[in-house]
């Protein structure tokens, strides 16, 4: 069916988009995001987030972003592995050149254990930025962010081994179970979360739909973006029909197993 078009608006009815003066305010379909990790200034992926497993896939993020950008790709997932490692961020060069040379909503992570460092990332130029550690470890931090920037600027990282919460570079498991800490942040006003099963990472056996599913179920209307196993365009189909908001997508595009084109299908 085709666009309906009325002044600024547009309404998509095969991806049930709406758009007002050529923006996205209202989805209702998954989206595709994929994922940018930097070590060094380069793409990376890692397995499980292993390090020593690390393998170079581009010398120039930048020029990755444009083939996203290219394809009608609207968000992007950046993650500082350096900046993880050094609790500052570390490849904020290559944030600030992503931002100003595509029109990518761009969420970063890695590295943001301060006020000064997300005061940082939001000046070079992300959209939103993702907390995972700091939401354990330094809670009133993590909470007085949520109020300072808003909840639509702010996303839980919710990375967990066996349904416990894994910090620092998913090296510590924590005691703290998965969904309780989600519905706790959820009730501090949190409304994005990305949540990773560490065991499911860079593996390309699949993600953990089922869990998904019994988060969504325990917490409707969360904003939930799955991460982590992805390695078909049927895993991406069993996540949209799960219900998540979004899905990230690194190794499967990377190692050939998804087309640019597949993923430029869900948007």
């Not at 900046?83 to 969420?107: F, Q």
């Not at 570079?169 to 949540?195: A, H, M, Q, R």
Request: proline share 3%.
């Amino acid at each position: 069916m085709p666009p309906f078009e009325r002044g600024n608006w547009t309404i998509k009815f095969s991806k049930l988009s709406i758009r007002h003066g050529g923006q996205v305010i209202l989805i209702l379909t998954m989206q595709i995001i994929p994922a940018i990790d930097l070590i060094g200034g380069k793409c990376v992926r890692l397995s499980q987030g292993d390090y020593s497993s690390k393998k170079e896939y581009h010398d120039d993020p930048l020029e990755m972003a444009k083939r996203f950008e290219g394809a009608g790709i609207q968000r992007l997932h950046l993650v500082d592995l350096d900046g993880a490692k050094a609790k500052k961020i570390t490849n904020g060069d290559v944030l600030e050149r992503i931002a100003s040379g595509t029109s990518l909503h761009v969420d970063f992570g890695g590295g943001i254990q301060a006020n000064t460092e997300i005061e940082k990332a939001f000046e070079l130029g992300a959209k939103q930025v993702t907390g995972g550690s700091i939401a354990v470890k330094n809670r009133s931090l993590f909470e007085s962010w949520i109020e300072n920037y808003g909840a639509e600027k702010i996303i839980l990282g919710a990375d967990a081994k066996n349904r416990k919460i894994a910090v620092g570079g998913w090296e510590e498991t924590t005691s703290v179970d998965l969904i309780p800490f989600i519905k706790d942040y959820v009730s501090k006003g949190i409304s994005y979360v990305i949540c990773t099963d560490v065991a499911k990472d860079g593996l390309l056996q699949g993600p953990s739909t089922d869990l998904y599913k019994e988060i969504l179920q325990e917490i409707p209307g969360l904003k939930l973006i799955a991460s982590g196993g992805v390695s078909s365009v049927k895993d991406l189909e069993d996540l949209e029909k799960a219900g998540v908001y979004g899905a990230i997508v690194g190794k499967a595009y990377y190692e050939g197993r998804v087309s640019l084109e597949e993923l430029a299908a869900f948007n």
